[in-house]
T-cell receptor
Framework: GAGVSQSPRYKVAKRGQDVALRCDPI?????LFWYQQALGQGPEFLTY????????KSGLPSDRFFAERPEGSVSTLKIQRTQQEDSAVYLC????????????FGDGTRLSIL | AQSVTQPDIHITVSEGASLELRCNYS??????LFWYVQSPGQGLQLLLK??????LVQGIKGFEAEFKRSQSSFNLRKPSVHWSDAAEYFC???????????FGDGTTLTVKP
């Protein structure tokens, strides 16, 4: 597709369940970013990949959060043993080169933990 | 640590009027600065960015922003607002070497007919 694609758009899970969020970046984009956006706030950085290498994961809130990009294209953000405070919109972004700032965002996955 | 402040939570302007959205940042060196727009239920769209050089940068949709080092500001402007500009606007700052950008909490723009 022409843009960054995220799936699912909406995810509802019970507290304690594991979830996996998928991001398809723009084809050929080297850099990929994950952000978390709470209601009424700006996005907060989670992690950054350059191809398959995870260069920065300092924003991941806890060891329950895990991100991967094994072949340097599609990325998955996994949250284990979800908690209510994980409820947020998770945004993925990509950039065409080794730019270390996000340029093209997906529409996000809205995660609700009951 | 870098930070971004958008002092105005909500701004209302009349269609056709000029617009200025304020952004102040805190960072020790020359920052990379960005403005994004977000419509409800959608991701962010990059409007413009400043890396170096001319401090007045032009973006998409008729927007421009001016970097003022002395004021640590990067305000977004548009001479004539259209109803379709109603959205949430985010300012962001990044360092040259880091993968993380720090975002402000956004300014919601309402456009009156």
């Amino acid at each position: 597709g022409a843009g960054v694609s995220q799936s699912p758009r909406y995810k509802v899970a019970k507290r304690g369940q594991d979830v996996a969020l998928r991001c398809d970046p723009i084809s050929g984009h080297v850099s990929l970013f994950w952000y978390q956006q709470a209601l009424g706030q700006g996005p907060e950085f989670l992690t950054y990949f350059q191809n398959e290498a995870q260069l920065d994961k300092s924003g991941l809130p806890s060891d329950r959060f895990f991100a991967e990009r094994p072949e340097g294209s599609v990325s998955t953000l996994k949250i284990q043993r979800t908690q209510q405070e994980d409820s947020a919109v998770y945004l993925c972004a990509s950039s065409p080169d080794r730019a270390r700032q996000p340029q093209h965002f997906g529409d996000g996955t809205r995660l609700s933990i009951l | 640590a870098q930070s971004v402040t958008q002092p105005d939570i909500h701004i209302t302007v009349s269609e056709g009027a000029s617009l200025e959205l304020r952004c102040n940042y805190s960072y020790g060196a020359t920052p990379y600065l960005f403005w994004y727009v977000q419509s409800p239920g959608q991701g962010l769209q990059l409007l413009l960015k400043y890396f170096s050089g001319d401090t007045l940068v032009q973006g998409i949709k008729g927007f421009e922003a001016e970097f003022k080092r002395s004021q640590s500001s990067f305000n977004l402007r548009k001479p004539s607002v259209h109803w379709s500009d109603a959205a949430e606007y985010f300012c962001a700052v990044a360092t040259g070497n880091a993968g993380k950008s720090t975002f402000g909490d956004g300014t919601t723009l309402t456009v009156k007919p």
